[in-house]
């Protein structure tokens, strides 16, 4: 086996180092530049110029969902509207400790600190296994590298965690309880803003599937040439997340890509795949992507909430009638979220498969 030289990126073994996570790999000494590995073709780079300036997406004050009758109304339309025009917005007056946010993201930072053999105690498993530490997206089909090293736990129905660092259980434990609340207590709003009744989305989440996701992006040497995570859409419902003071994440609003500047003490919410799905594509789910920068660590945590594992997904049948036919085939929740893991990242290319064709 050719020997490992770490002094220049562009020699890394990595028949050898192929689950290497970003920071082990910084930490073994590849600080100049980026290893072929991680270089996107020069048309899949995220260009300064591609991001629009001056637009944002929508702030919801959730406060209003429990408030008077009137103050929940008037949410919900806000909501409906974030939902149709950007499948994307920011939420305010959540209820959340801030100090809550703090410990998460400071125990989230904790596990990757870890040493690589602790880390690899979850490293190279099933897409499903309960605990999963990796990199990438996908490292055993990805044929470009992102700059991302993560960490995915389930959260709901049973709480899984690593074992280190020693107070993450308990703090995770806390900080996804919280999120997942605010996910139900949304979905119930989305679903009146949907003309359906408020339990409808919300019964088919009660019993689902919740993944913590922490991603980890170190500053990297050549930021431009390469991506902290491709653009896609997410495999669920609602995914809620809270990204610490480094900024990089962006979504794409019609054809151009739109920066979410971290603001303190608030939660972005997207819609995902399933959520498309149930509401017939009245809502779709949005492609984002983060960036990563030359100097600081970006750590994002991520809460996806989507149905059980052996649920079957499909529209509601009450938005469908002559004039609005079932745009999506059904399938099982478990099956599309394997598909969706198991593939490199295509933006909103795993949907597609469900689709039905139009009939002329
Ligand atoms: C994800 C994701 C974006 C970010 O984990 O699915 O899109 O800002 N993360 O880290
Ligand atoms: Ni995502």
Redesign the pocket.
């Known amino acids: 086996m050719a020997a490992v030289v770490f002094e220049s990126g562009k020699n890394v073994d990595y028949a050898h180092d192929h689950m290497k996570g970003v920071k082990d790999l910084l930490d073994a000494g590849v600080t100049n530049s980026v290893p072929d590995k991680y270089v996107f073709p020069e048309n899949r780079r995220p260009s300064v110029a591609q991001v629009v300036q001056g637009e944002s997406i929508p702030i919801i004050d959730i406060s209003g969902l429990d408030g008077s009758q009137h103050e929940r109304l008037q949410t919900i339309q806000s909501l409906a509207q974030a939902c149709a025009d950007w499948g994307f917005f920011r939420v305010i007056n959540h209820g959340i400790e801030e100090s809550l946010i703090g410990s998460m993201l400071d125990v989230a930072h904790q596990f990757f600190l870890l040493s690589s053999e602790e880390k690899m105690k979850y490293g190279n498993r099933d897409v499903l296994d309960p605990v999963r530490y990796g990199t990438s997206f996908n490292a055993k089909v990805d044929q470009i590298f992102n700059w991302?090293d993560?960490l995915k736990h389930f959260c709901h129905p049973v709480m899984q965690t690593p074992d280190n660092p020693p107070n993450y259980r308990d703090v995770a434990g806390q900080y996804f309880k919280e999120t997942r609340k605010m996910a139900l207590k949304l979905m119930a709003a989305i679903s009146e803003s949907l003309g359906l009744q408020p339990s409808y989305i919300e019964t088919v989440f009660r019993e689902g599937l919740q993944v913590g996701?922490v991603?980890f992006?170190p500053g990297c040497p050549e930021p431009e040439l390469t991506m902290?995570?491709a653009p896609?859409s997410?495999h669920g419902g609602l995914?809620i997340?809270f990204?610490n003071e480094v900024g990089?994440?962006q979504v794409r609003h019609k054809d151009h890509w739109v920066a979410?500047e971290p603001v303190p003490n608030t939660f972005?919410v997207?819609l995902g795949d399933h959520l498309e799905i149930v509401s017939n594509g009245r809502y779709k789910s949005v492609e984002?992507?983060?960036v990563v920068n030359a100097e600081r660590t970006?750590i994002?945590i991520?809460s996806?909430n989507g149905p059980a594992l052996h649920a079957l997904i499909f529209p509601a049948p009450q938005l469908i009638d002559e004039t609005h036919p079932p745009l999506y085939r059904s399938m099982l929740y478990g099956e599309y979220l394997r598909l969706q893991q198991s593939t490199e990242l295509i933006g909103k290319g795993n949907l597609d498969l469900l689709k039905i064709p139009k009939q002329e």
Do not use: E, F, K
Request: glycine share 8%; proline share 0%; hydrophobic share 40%.
């Open positions: 991302r993560y996701i991603n992006y902290g995570i896609h997410d995914t997340l990204q990089g994440l979410v972005v997207n984002h992507r983060a970006r994002s991520a996806a």
